[in-house]
C-alpha cells in the first residue's frame, strides 16, 4: 500500500482554516461578519478584522490579563478593539526627566527649510538635502549610535544615492560609520555586528579631549523593517533617534481597506472611524520605534528622540514630563542634544 503523506505547508494552510473556520461558526455562526477572504492572484487569505473575537475567547478563561507596552495610548481604542473592559489602567511617568531626554517634533532643518515628509516632497532635493544636513548636525553632536528610521526602503535607498552624489555622505563617513539596513534580512546580522563593533571601538578610547575621529556608527533603517523590532538598542547603542515622517499604511492595501470598511461599518459597536484607526496605527508605529530610544534609556543617562514631521505639534504618547511642541530647529535642540566631548552627559557647552 502507498500512503501519500501531506507536506509541511499543506497541513499549516488546513491547520490555519480550520481555525479560522473554529471562530466563525461558533456560536451560532455569530462570527461570520468580522471576516473577510481576499484572493490575491493565486493567494488567498483569510483576514480577521475583528480582533475582538481572539481576545475574548482568551479573556474568558482567564483570572487575569496584563496587556503592556510604550506604545499602548490612546487605551480606549484597545478597548474598542479586544472588546474587552480594562478596569484597572496605568500611564506610568517615565524615569527620566525632561533635562536628561530631548523629545519633540523638528518642522524645520538647519537652513529653516520645512522638512514635510509627505510622498510628493521626499523625491524633491531640497527636502533630501536639509535632511541630510540635520543627520549630520545630530552626528556631529550626539556621540556613539544614532539611528535614523525612514518611511520605506525607496526613501532609504534614494537618500543615499543623493549624499553619496553631493558628497555630504563623506562628511557623514567623517563623524560616524555609516550603515544602511539591508534589504535582506540575512545579511542583517553583518550590519548590526559592524554597528555594535564601531560602538566598542569608540568606548575603548581612554580619552577624547584630542580625538578627532568618528564617534561611532549612524544606522539608516526602515519603521517597518527588521532592525524596528528584537535587536539591542540600549545605553550607548542609541543615544539618539531620528525618526522621519509618519509611518502611514499603504491605503491601496487591501487588507488595510477592509479593516478601514469594517470599522466604519460597525461604528455602533463602539469601534473608531476606519481613518481614525489609520491614523493612530500609524503613530503607534512611530511611537515604538522611538520608544527604543525612551524605553532603553538608563535613569542616569540621557538621549534624544527627533521626529522629523511638519504639522504635527504635539508627540503621540509617552509621559507628559517628556513631551515637547514641535519647534523650529534652533535654539531648544540645540541645548538639547548633547556634544561630542561629553559622551557621560554631565556638562553643557
Known sequence: MIVHLMSASSFN??????LVLNFMYRNSMANCDDYRVTLIQTLSSTNKVNPAIVFQELAKNVRCIILTSGT??????????????????????????????WVGTVPCGPNSKILNARFKNVNTYEFQDELGQLVLEVCNKVPYGVLVFLPSYKLLDMLVYRWQSTQLWDRLQMVKEMLTEPHKGSDLYYTMDYFYQAIRDFESLESLEAYTGKTGPC?????????????????????AIITVGIPFSNLNNLEVKLKMEYNDKNKNKGLL?????????AFRVGGCV??????????????????VVAGVEVLPGGGSEVKRKGES?????????????DPGGGKEE
Not at 273 to 281: C, M, P, S
Not at 329 to 341: D, P
Open 13 to 18: 494552510i488546513l491547520e490555519r482554516l480550520c
Open 329 to 341: 530647529y534652533g535654539l531648544r535642540f540645540r541645548e538639547g542634544v548633547k556634544y561630542k566631548g
Open 72 to 101: 499602548l495610548t490612546p487605551i480606549d481604542t484597545f478597548k474598542s478593539e479586544l472588546g474587552t473592559d480594562f478596569p484597572i489602567q496605568l500611564e506610568a511617568n517615565h524615569v527620566l526627566s525632561s533635562s536628561q531626554l
Open 273 to 281: 472611524k476606519g481613518a481614525d484607526w489609520y491614523r493612530i496605527q
Open 290 to 307: 522611538d520608544g527604543l530610544e525612551v524605553i532603553t534609556r538608563p535613569r542616569r543617562e540621557g538621549g534624544q528622540v527627533i521626529w
Open 219 to 239: 544606522l539608516l533603517a526602515v519603521m517597518r523593517g527588521k532592525v524596528a523590532e528584537g535587536l539591542d538598542f540600549s545605553d550607548n547603542n542609541a543615544r
